[in-house]
């Protein structure tokens, strides 16, 4: 629930910080900071619960592999969307990608705050999940920016592509991060 209140409160925040200023460092920093705090604790409040909320237990694999790209990647979308869908309307001009690319940094850097001392650890974990989850966030930007811009079935089918392959790709690196032993 506080990862609810927290979430829906960052938005909010947001959402007048983008009604008072169109700087540029303002879209940085709050696409941080929601990143941070918002998607990750949305995310992290879906899969710490997930057992209680569905029932359906599953094992590590099976929660870093599927569940947590799958939760990870919607909650990204959820915010990414919901934010330039409100600058949309709001006629700002609004850098959706440069939003994205935010919020998929501030999520890493909070996913990756407690990454073990080990330096090939600190190296998967630690860089390639930065680069990971900001590569995803363009894509989910990318596909939002063109979802506003035009309504056509094309574009809301070119969301629904990037979706899965941010999923995808996230899943991959999970992975590979869990096979090479750095949890």
């Known amino acids: 629930m506080l990862g609810i209140i927290v979430s829906v409160s960052l938005l909010l925040f947001w959402i007048l910080v983008v009604y008072l200023s169109k700087r540029r460092l303002y879209i940085i920093l709050v696409g941080v900071g929601i990143g941070i705090a918002g998607v990750f604790s949305l995310a992290g409040a879906v899969e710490y619960n997930w057992c209680q909320i569905t029932g359906i237990s599953l ?104 979706l899965i392959a941010a999923m995808g790709i996230h899943s991959l690196f999970n992975h590979i991060v869990l096979s090479l032993g750095f949890h």
């Not at 990454?115 to 989850?133: C, E, I, K, N, Q």
């Open 59 to 162: 094992t590590e694999y099976q929660s870093k592999t599927v569940l947590a790209p799958v939760v990870e990647e919607l909650s990204k979308f959820l915010f990414i969307f919901s934010v330039s869908w409100y600058a949309y309307h709001k006629r700002n001009p609004f850098a959706t990608e440069l939003f994205g690319a935010s919020v998929g940094l501030g999520f890493a850097f909070i996913e990756n705050f407690s990454v073990a001392a080990d330096p090939l650890s600190a190296f998967f974990r630690g860089f390639l999940s930065w680069a990971t989850h900001m590569v995803t966030a363009l894509f989910l930007s990318y596909g939002v920016r063109r979802l506003l811009g035009s309504k056509s079935k094309r574009n809301a089918f070119c969301v629904i592509i990037l």
